[in-house]
């Protein structure tokens, strides 16, 4: 293996021979290893390959005699997905899983790759790596080609070598005679889908083996030489002022404490163990802080008809309205409803961790000065709000990524970051620290509550005009170079974050249209999350002063929501119309995708139970993005009628996400996605007061008091029908399945109680009040 | 001030290691076994996920019993208590264990960051059901019960946030027939 090892920016050793492959795996264009990139003799035989200044998005596939590496910004999310990326890899290389390795999420050895989000590293990336392993492939032909005097067409690969009359040549010995650098070969021939012996095929992940046996190194366990424990105290509230320290005295006198560290309202401990650090940071402890209350948020119980109010909004956005306006008024069958979720949270498994090193002054060789470990899912983004957070130039920060546990979007872990560097930088030393669980439920950002008010019309032949009134705060607000007030610590600080979107386009509006053939109009109209400097403002006013609590990208976005929304109208509308509800949506879908999976579910459906007597089965249909993967999805529930207890015995999901790479892998993230949806609808809602969120763990002994989330003994059978389209480009999977889940949850209940419920979660009091209601 | 000490068995190893604590008697407190473990005794297997005892992420097996790490604190550790991790539950020539392998057939996880809690909260139950003469293979609905800590012999809830559920249920079913023979 060869040793990664980079003495200055964008660049990386190669090799005693190699060819190296420029490509971008943003998939925005082609960025091509031009005649900057060059390959040049360095010390001792190896080969150095310099990135050209100026490609902001290029990765390297690289093959030497030792390795065949990924340089790629993108980051493994727990999702599998290095796994299918180097099937596509090897597949072009006539090669077998094991043989790549990824280096990845660094910005000293990658540049900007954009985001590991939106379940697109497959989608985009896949498709770039095919591309590029093609190339290299072309290139390692043309060689065994003039190696073994032959035509290129009359060779023959596999095993890691070529075969032509008889005559072999490996690899290694072709990689050995010199050092090729190229662009991306966007003509390079990729191989025919029906020869794939690797794509297509379930592979076992990589990385599983050393997570059953403790010898994977997750985020958690990077612990460089020297390291301090950090701890945070943060506000009793979003909107809490002027802490006052008490009892400093106390702490410092714990032994190993090194500093308490205030900066505004951002407060934290360092220590040399994780229990002084503890100790230092605990109010029976350590230290005390004496805050002034802030103002309120917007009370939890008046949501639904607060984010209707337009003294919260700032803007409101036309997503999309084929002229619908007409055909309502028009119509003499014209269906309302309106529909309300809860702001849920990502809820990692592993509590935010970070480990900053910031040194007073850049080192003279790299020109980095604070080093941040980090478990992001975007590290150029990550840095740059981090370097301004620490009044430091970009180029002086570098931010590696590893892998912490899954994320399911922008949760705490850059937060935590900043923590960690704010800590490090006040006491001159490496600092890891390690959130609480109740700094996790109450600090990160969450996903956000919305309201929904939905319009259609119907006719003889079904549904004849739709319309989508969406009431959202932003589904991003993620860290930015910008505004350092991005990270939490940055508020803390003083800082302010960025304004508000302009739009919910693809954001909290995601999945908002539909992909029926009817007319719709989408509308959105944009919450104010924070005070801001005017009634149409959406940038933040100082102090910073919440009005409800903060949000920003989590799975699938706004889609969860807005598909709840459409999905469990579209039922109402086909029970209105004494039409079958698969029926109608088969007979309401142009696209003959679309149509294919729901017509996968029909046999399901057709033999499902009657309905009633508490038993019941719903469908729910989405094309993700309204561009991307199909997902239907039948469930089949019972209701406890002494309880109010939702019990949710079967799930069966048809997906068509074009290309599958990996069978196994995308059913695991299905069952996922079925399993968190499942969660989400039933049972999971952050609950707060005032301005301080109060669901700060797990459970207790009130259910639903906490953030309650599904357990073993309520996830039902679950059943994947993939839909393999091998001549389609692959489509992302780690977020469609999980927006068709509400919506046939809430279908299926209707089918079982005769109770349409527009509000999740489905919890147990909410069930039973409505069927004593 | 010099920190007590404590030596165990770990993972069939004799061990000591400086713990910290403070006050004495009703009112000592000490650092958690978890922390111990992982940053005294560099095992990585146990994990920090809630810190409250609520998720298993940290389970270890003390003398036996699944224990959540995270909430024991060190001065109630018996010197000469026997430690098992997930760092080695592997056979000494690196032979996984029944579970390891169950887990990666079945491709039980997605983060994998709650596998340690749910490899080792069933490796003490099932050995425990062994020890005791039960040579039946538990249930799936047993399964889903103990790790949902609704069990007669089980109280404590195991979390998975990616819902890898029926993998793991699966994954331990399949070990239990293994480990019964």
């Not at chain 1, 609590?549 to 039922?571: C, K």
Request: glycine share 10%; charged share 20%.
């Amino acid at each position: 293996m060869t040793t990664v090892a980079s003495p200055s920016r964008r660049q990386f050793l190669a090799g005693a021979g190699a060819i190296a492959v420029g490509f971008s795996l943003l998939g925005t264009g082609v960025a091509a290893a031009d005649s900057a990139a060059a390959g040049s003799e360095g010390e001792g035989g190896e080969v150095r390959v310099d990135d050209p200044a100026g490609a902001p998005t290029q990765s390297w596939l690289v093959l030497t005699e030792d390795a065949i590496t990924v340089f790629s910004g993108k980051v493994e999310l727990g999702t599998g997905v290095q796994t299918s990326l180097t099937q596509i890899v090897v597949e072009e290389l006539r090669l077998g899983v094991g043989d790549v390795r990824y280096v990845q999420g660094d910005t000293l050895l990658n540049v900007d790759q954009g985001l590991t989000a939106g379940s697109k590293s497959v989608q985009v990336g896949g498709v770039q790596l095919r591309q590029a392993a093609a190339t290299a492939f072309a290139e390692l032909s043309r060689r065994a080609a003039k190696a073994l005097g032959v035509d290129p067409s009359k060779l023959r690969a596999a095993d890691g070598r070529f075969t032509a009359r008889g005559r072999t040549v490996g690899y290694a010995e072709l990689l050995r005679t010199g050092t090729t650098v190229l662009p991306l070969d966007t003509t390079a021939p990729v191989r025919d889908p029906r020869d794939y012996v690797v794509v297509g095929t379930s592979q076992p992940r990589v990385d599983l083996p050393g997570k059953f046996d403790a010898t994977f190194r997750f985020l958690h366990d990077i612990v460089p030489a020297g390291t301090l424990h950090g701890r945070v105290v943060r506000p009793p509230g979003r909107n809490a002022r002027n802490p006052v320290i008490g009892n400093l005295d106390r702490a410092k006198a714990i032994d190993g404490v090194v500093a308490v560290v205030q900066q505004e309202r951002f407060i934290g401990v360092v220590a040399t163990s994780q229990w002084a650090a503890a100790r230092a940071a605990s109010p029976t402890t350590g230290i005390t802080v004496i805050w002034d209350q802030g103002p309120a948020l917007i009370q939890q119980a008046d949501l639904p008809t607060a984010l209707r109010d337009p003294a919260n909004h700032y803007a409101t956005v036309v997503e999309k309205d084929d002229g619908v306006a007409p055909v309502l008024a028009a119509s003499d069958h014209v269906l309302t409803a309106q529909y309300f979720t809860p702001f849920q949270m990502h809820g990692t498994m592993g509590a935010s961790t970070a480990v900053a090193d910031v040194r007073p002054a850049p080192d003279p060789d790299t020109g980095i000065q604070a080093t941040v470990w980090s478990g992001t899912q975007g590290v150029t983004a990550l840095r740059g709000a981090i370097a301004g957070l620490l009044g430091l130039s970009p180029a002086a920060v570098r931010v590696i990524y590893e892998e912490a546990s899954g994320c399911y979007g922008h949760d705490g872990v850059d937060d935590c970051a900043a923590d960690a560097a704010l800590l490090s930088q006040a006491v001159g030393a490496p600092v890891r620290v390690q959130w609480l669980r109740a700094d996790e439920h109450g600090w990160e950002p969450y996903g956000g509550a919305q309201a929904h008010d939905m319009t259609a019309a119907l006719g003889p032949k079904g549904i004849t005009a739709w319309s989508h009134v969406i009431y959202a705060p932003t589904a991003n607000s993620r860290p930015s170079a910008k505004n350092p007030g991005t990270l939490l610590a940055g508020a803390l600080k003083g800082l302010l974050p960025d304004p508000l979107p302009a739009t919910s386009v693809d954001s909290s509006g995601r999945n908002a249209p539909v992909t029926y053939g009817f007319p719709q109009r989408v509308e959105a109209h944009l919450i104010k999350s924070f005070e801001t400097t005017g009634p149409a403002s959406a940038a933040p006013s100082a102090p910073l002063t919440y009005r409800i609590p903060r949000t920003t990208a989590m799975r699938s976005l706004g889609g969860f929501s807005n598909s709840f929304a459409n999905e469990s109208f579209f039922d109402e509308l086909a029970h209105a119309a004494g039409r079958d509800p698969l029926a109608l949506r088969i007979a309401s879908l142009p696209d003959p995708r679309a149509v294919a999976v729901c017509k996968a579910l029909r046999d399901t459906w057709e033999n499902r139970p009657t309905g009633g007597n508490g038993v019941g089965a719903g469908v729910a249909f989405q094309q993700y993005e309204v561009v991307n993967a199909y997902v239907a999805t039948y469930v089949e529930l019972h209701v406890d009628g002494a309880t109010g207890q939702i019990h949710v015995d079967r799930v069966v999901v048809a997906h068509d996400c074009g290309l599958v790479i990996n069978p196994n892998g995308l059913r695991n993230q299905i069952e996922g996605n079925v399993v968190q949806g499942i969660s989400r609808a039933l049972k999971e809602e952050v609950h707060y007061a005032g301005d301080a969120v109060t669901s700060l763990s797990w459970s207790s002994a009130t259910p639903g008091a906490q953030y309650d989330v599904i357990r073993f003994n309520e996830v039902p059978q679950i059943r994947t029908i993939l839909i393999d389209r091998p001549d389609q480009p692959p489509l992302g999977a780690g977020e469609p399945a999980i927006g068709t889940m509400p919506g046939a949850i809430g279908n299926a209940v209707f089918a079982a109680t005769g109770i349409r419920f527009r509000t999740l979660p489905l919890t147990p009091d909410r069930v039973l009040a409505a069927l004593n209601g | 001030m010099a920190m007590p000490t404590r030596a165990v068995r770990l993972n069939g190893s004799e061990v000591t290691a400086d713990y910290e604590s403070a006050g004495t008697g009703t009112s000592q407190a000490s650092e958690p076994l978890l922390y111990w473990l992982r940053d005294r005794l560099d095992q990585h297997g146990p994990r920090f996920g809630c810190g409250i005892a609520q998720c298993g992420a940290c389970t270890v097996l003390l003398d036996g019993a699944a224990t959540r790490s995270c909430v024991r604190q060190m001065h109630t550790v018996a010197d000469e208590a026997d430690i098992r991790t997930l760092d080695g539950l592997a056979a000494p020539g690196g032979e996984p264990h029944p579970l390891q392998r169950a887990f990666t057939a079945l491709q039980a996880a997605q983060c994998g960051f709650c596998a340690n809690g749910l490899i080792m909260g069933s490796l003490a139950w099932l050995e425990s059901r062994i020890a005791a003469g039960n040579n039946a293979v538990p249930t799936e609905q047993e399964i889903k019960d103990f790790l949902s800590g609704a069990s007669p012999d089980n109280t404590r809830n195991y979390l998975c946030r990616c819902g890898t559920h029926t993998r793991i249920v699966a994954a331990v079913g399949a070990a239990a027939k293994e480990m019964i023979g």
